[in-house]
C-alpha cells in the first residue's frame, strides 16, 4: 500500500463521529440481518410456501414505497441522528413484541407480515438517513474510502448476522428475537453519541419539494443510470427470498444452513470492499459498474443450478462481490453529485429503487418460483441481469463512459 493510502486511510480513522456512526450501523445492520433470517424460517415452517416467502418482501416493500419520498424531505430537514435512533429504537420494539408473541404462541402468517410492514415503514426513514448522514462526517476527499470502510462494516454484519441467526435459531426462535433487540438498543445508544454540523434544508414542505429528488435524479442520466441498473439487476437476479426452498428443498440442510447461504454474499463484498478500501476505482468507474453486474448475473445463474452446498456458497459469494463493486461506486456517485441540502430527498430516491430491488425482487422470486420452481426462478434471474448490463450500454450512454468518480472542473 502506498503512503498516500496509508495516510488517507489513518485521516479516515481519525473521523470519530464517522466510527461512532460506523458502530451503530454494524450493530443495527447485525441485527436487521438476524430478523430476516429469522422471519423468513418462521414463516416458511409457518406456511411451507414460497407466495407467502414473497409476501414478506412485498409487505417490506409498499409501505416503504409510500413513505420514503416524504421521509427524504424530513431527514432534510430534521436532524438525522435523532432520526436513526428512533428508526433502531422502534426495530428493537418489534423485536420484543416478536418475544412475546413467539412464547405465547401468537405468531402466525398474518403477525409476520404485520410486523414485516411495520419493517418497512421504519427503513424507509433508516435508508436515506444513513446515505444522507455520511458525507456530514468526512471530508469530500474521503468520501469514496468511508463509503467503501462502512460497506465493510456492513458485510460484516451481513456474514455475521445471518450465520449467529441460522445458530440461535436451531436453539430457540426467541434467542434469536432477544438478541436483535439487544443489538439495535446498542445502535441506538451508539447513535446518540454521534455529534454533526445539523443544517436543515430551506425548502418548503409541499409536493414540488418532496419530489425534488426524484426531479434531480430523472435529470442527472449518469445517477437515473447507476440507479435503475442496480434496481433491475438486484430486482431479476436476486434469489435471498428463495434460500429456505432452496437450503431445505434442494442443499438438504437446516437452519445453520440458510444462515451460511444468507451469510455468503456479504462473504464475498466484504472481501470487495476491503479491496476498494484499500485501491478504489479511480478511471472506467461506469464500465467496472457494468461488468460487475453481468457477473452478477453469471452467479446467480451459477447458483440457481448447483446442488452441492460448496458451489453455492462460492456462487453467492460471487454475487456479493459483484453486487459491492455496483454499491460502492453508485453511493460515491450520488453523494458527490448531490447538493448537501437535497442528500437527504435524493437517498431516499435511491431507497425506493434499493427496497423496490430488494423486497420487490423477493416477491418476484417467490411469484416465479410458485410457477416455474425455485431453480428455474433463479436461472431466469441469472439470464436476465445479464441482458440488463448489456442493455444499459446503449440506454445510458452516460454512466458507460463515465471515467472518473469525480469530474474535473
Known sequence: MSTDTQAR?????????????????????????????????????????AWDLGLVGLFQFVPALILTLPAGHIVDKLNKVHIYAACMLIQAAVA???VWGTQADA?????????????GMVRSFQMPTQQALTPHLVPPNLLQRAVALSSTGVQTAVIS??????????????AVYAICAVF?????????????????????????????????????????????????????GGATALLPIFAKDILHTGPEGLGILRSSPAVGALLMAVVLTKWPIERKVGRWMLVAVAVFGIANFAFGLSTNMALSIAALMVTGAADNVSVVTRITLLQLETPEDMRGRVAAVNSIFIGASNQLGEFESGATASMWGPVGSVVFGGLATVGVALAAIKIFPDLANRDKMVLPK
Open 9 to 49: 486511510l489513518q485521516d479516515l480513522l481519525a473521523q470519530k463521529p464517522f466510527l461512532r456512526f460506523w458502530l451503530a450501523r454494524v450493530s443495527g445492520i447485525l441485527a436487521n440481518q438476524m430478523l430476516s433470517v429469522a422471519l423468513a424460517w418462521h414463516m416458511y415452517e409457518i406456511t411451507g410456501s
Open 96 to 98: 420484543c413484541l416478536l
Open 107 to 119: 405468531v402466525t402468517r398474518e403477525w409476520v407480515l404485520f410486523v414485516s410492514a411495520i419493517l
Open 161 to 174: 448476522g445471518p450465520a449467529l441467526g441460522g445458530i440461535l435459531y436451531a436453539t430457540h426462535v426467541n
Open 184 to 236: 439495535l438498543l446498542l445502535a441506538f445508544f451508539f447513535t446518540l453519541t454521534v455529534r454533526y454540523d445539523h443544517k436543515p434544508s430551506r425548502a418548503a414542505a409541499d409536493l414540488k419539494s418532496v419530489l425534488a429528488g426524484a426531479h434531480f435524479v430523472w435529470h442527472h442520466k449518469v445517477l437515473l443510470g447507476a440507479i435503475a441498473l442496480d434496481l433491475f439487476a438486484v430486482l431479476l
